[in-house]
């Protein structure tokens, strides 16, 4: 991708120690349709935005693809019109698919007579619906693929979640891009008995996931753990980030973190969207929000500021990560005074 400077730079919280210093590389700038509300995910592989969101009947859109390319069309796809009888949809992740298309984990509400239903849905770059996978009694939390189109979940099971004597089993689950499982990964005794490892954090954050051509990167927010496997399942490494995200926050004299966003990159880096609160000493503002990186290896960590301004009720800007290139660049959605645009960025 051709890089355009971006006209103006973000104010640098001088407040912030760690922040006094950092210097804007030039950034790439991408003027996008607008998202709305719906959660976004960058789509490395194809340059391009995928949202999703809640959708009730009579409500159009659960799912947005847009690319950062004019020249392409908005997508936006209503899951309920190919189910007859449902009357809610809850994406809760997606991710790309092989030829541009999308991969949607997804429940659906149908009557109270009717059991949820818990569903893998493969729909092309225009939106058409082309595959239905029914992972019941797997409940994912978090999806992700890699390029021959198998798709792996970060997931419980329904039938034995928090069930003292119930079998052990695999939370991270390959399926091929038929749906048929592969293999299972990650036993769900390596989590206390009552946690979902998928589960969303406020205050750790979202669990996130990423495929890379020899390993497999987890995290689980609910514990604040990596997990690093090899393609096989093997588990390789396994470490807390609890005292480095403690440590960055104490250097920025603040006593409360909240992890908002976060993503690997294709060497196993961590990057995280946080929000610092208050703050243990008189002159920084009560609120912030940064950019952070955590090194694999070392767990050093490296920051930036990502902006947040309202006046009022109004939010005039809203900066925050979305995801990260395989080379460790950094993309954000910007939504400022209700123009949206893509950035990216190294830091």
Not at 246 to 262: C, K, Q, V
């Amino acid at each position: 991708m051709k890089l355009h400077n971006v006209v103006g730079l973000f104010c640098v919280l001088s407040a912030l120690p760690g922040l006094a210093g950092a210097v804007d590389h030039p950034i790439a700038s991408y003027p996008i349709d607008p998202t709305g509300n719906m959660m976004p995910k960058w789509d490395d592989s194809n340059h391009r935005v995928l949202s999703y969101q809640q959708q009730k009947a009579g409500e159009q859109v659960a799912v947005q693809i847009t690319s950062i390319n004019a020249a392409e069309p908005t997508v936006k796809i209503n899951i309920l019109k190919d189910f007859p009888g449902a009357v809610e949809a809850f994406p809760v992740d997606i991710a790309s698919g092989v030829g541009r298309s999308v991969v949607v984990a997804c429940r659906l509400r149908y009557s109270k007579a009717v059991p949820l239903k818990v569903l893998i849905l493969t729909y092309d770059s225009a939106g058409k619906l082309m595959k239905i996978w029914d992972i019941a009694p797997y409940d994912p939390g978090i999806i992700s693929t890699d390029g021959d189109g198998n798709v792996y979940t970060l997931a419980v099971r329904s039938d034995v979640f928090n069930k003292a004597r119930g079998p052990d089993y695999g939370t991270l689950v390959e399926y091929d891009s038929d749906g048929k499982m592969v293999r299972e990964m990650l036993p769900a005794s390596l989590f206390p008995l009552d946690v979902d490892p998928a589960a969303y954090s406020g205050r750790t954050g979202p669990p996130f996931l990423k495929v890379s051509q020899d390993k497999i990167y987890v995290y689980a927010a609910i514990v604040s753990e990596v997990f690093v496997l090899d393609r096989s399942g093997n588990l390789l490494k396994r470490y807390t980030t609890n005292d480095p995200i403690r440590d960055l926050a104490a250097g920025n004299h603040y006593a409360s973190r909240e992890m908002i966003a976060g993503a690997f990159d294709g060497g196993g880096n961590l990057y995280f969207d946080m929000g610092l609160r208050e703050p243990v000493t008189k002159g920084p503002p009560n609120a912030v929000r940064i950019g952070a990186k955590l090194t694999a290896e070392s767990l050093q960590s490296s920051q930036w500021p990502n902006p947040w301004e309202a006046a009022g009720r109004e939010v005039v800007l809203d900066k925050r990560m979305i995801g990260v290139t395989a080379d460790g660049s950094v993309v954000s959605l910007v939504r400022e005074r209700g123009d949206f645009r893509v950035e990216i960025a190294t830091h």
